[in-house]
């Protein structure tokens, strides 16, 4: 049986920038990063701790454009927080947004995505 979603598929214009943005910036940890053949790289981020993990995959190489991919929100445990350290790191980054669901900000990616971290309230 299905247990949980493994990963999600990101196509970027270049993975060596979208590397340092996820592990240098995001602080996520490399999985795997390792040479598919034919001049394709497999190379899979995600948060420490976390079971979903990001594959980002060179849009070139399956005929897609830079940008194109999932639309990714994480859990955070204090957006507020999150907002200014990743500030410090060099990401543009919007103000919390405070909703009845939750607070949430959102961090502008390389390639053109953007990308929602998210608290939801103490129940």
Do not use: C
Not at 34 to 53: F, H, N
Not at 92 to 101: A, G, K, N, Q
Not at 103 to 113: E, R, S
């Amino acid at each position: 049986m299905i247990t949980n979603v493994a990963s999600a598929v990101l196509y970027v214009s270049d993975q060596d920038v979208a590397l340092a943005f996820y592990r240098d910036v995001l602080g996520f940890t490399v999985v795997t990063d390792a040479d598919m053949g034919q001049g394709a790289r497999w190379l899979e981020v995600k948060p420490e701790g976390a079971q979903t993990s990001i594959v980002l995959s060179d849009a070139a190489a399956f005929d897609k454009s830079p940008g194109e991919g999932a639309y990714l929100t994480f859990a955070a445990g204090d957006v507020a927080a999150t907002v200014e350290e990743l500030r410090q790191r060099g990401a543009e980054v919007t103000d919390p947004v405070i909703e009845p669901w939750g607070t949430y900000a959102t961090v502008d990616a390389p390639d053109g995505h953007k990308l929602q971290f998210n608290e939801r309230p103490a129940t």
